[in-house]
């Protein structure tokens, strides 16, 4: 069942995915800007409409991945989480929620993700990308070890 | 460009992070815990390979295959990148996905990335809100 690749491939085949798709199309890949195109499809399509078309690609790419482990649409359920955050489903999906929010307002106020900041900016030696992947870090590793130290959790 | 490729291509790069356990909650919070390294891991490689292939890419060509010409614009700086980047942290550790990941969940099965993904979407809203408000303040 464990078919998930090991880092260096990964990394690779993620990392590679950029300039193969940079030469392919002219498009330098990001996705936070994806969901600004979905918040507003009743604006005629501008030159950013691709990143719409690919952001909705990206289930079908969580799909097929599950279909070779031959668990098409098997639900993988939130209870590991719940296990490890250790609340229940509702303060769970609020968690989601909230933390979505801020990943959205963050993302557009940084200018990016941790696709077009973290792995295209930095590639291209971008200040800002450097910048905002601090602070992606730094705002990461500051929540975990306060959730954990405030749940108790243990996971 | 059609609109296929595209979808095809953001399907490819699903597939790679389901691949690369970027999906999982578990992943993440071991990543921030410093318990799974396994995801740092894929982050340095892919810069590292980005960065080799775009260089590369900028000295063999000028244009892309679909004829477009190849620009790679740096994004700009200013004074709230840092902040904005803390902000993406926090909701980055609290759901355990990035705008990437949440979409390539909700494939996954993973039901409970829905909320994580309306949250993206109203919080890419709301920025959008203040920075008009903000830019009307200023003009008046």
Known sequence: MDTNWPFWLAGLALGGFVPAFAWLTGKTLGISSGYSEMCSLAAPAGSERWKLWFALGLPLGGLASNALDGTVWAATSSTEMQATLGVSTVPQYALLALGG?????????????????????IALGAKSSLIATLGFMLGGFATTWAVVQALGATP | MKRAVFVAGGATFGFFLSRARATEFEAIVGMFRLTDLHLFGVIGVAIATAALGLALLRRTATHAWSGEPLRFARKPYHRAVFAGGVLFGIGWALSGACPGTALTQLGEGKAYALATVAGILVGTWAQRRVSALRASAQGA
């Not at chain 1, 990943?103 to 940084?110: K, L, S, V």
């Open chain 1, 101 to 121: 929010a801020l990943i959205g307002y963050g993302a557009r106020t940084a200018g990016g993700c941790t696709s077009g900041h973290s792995i295209v900016g």
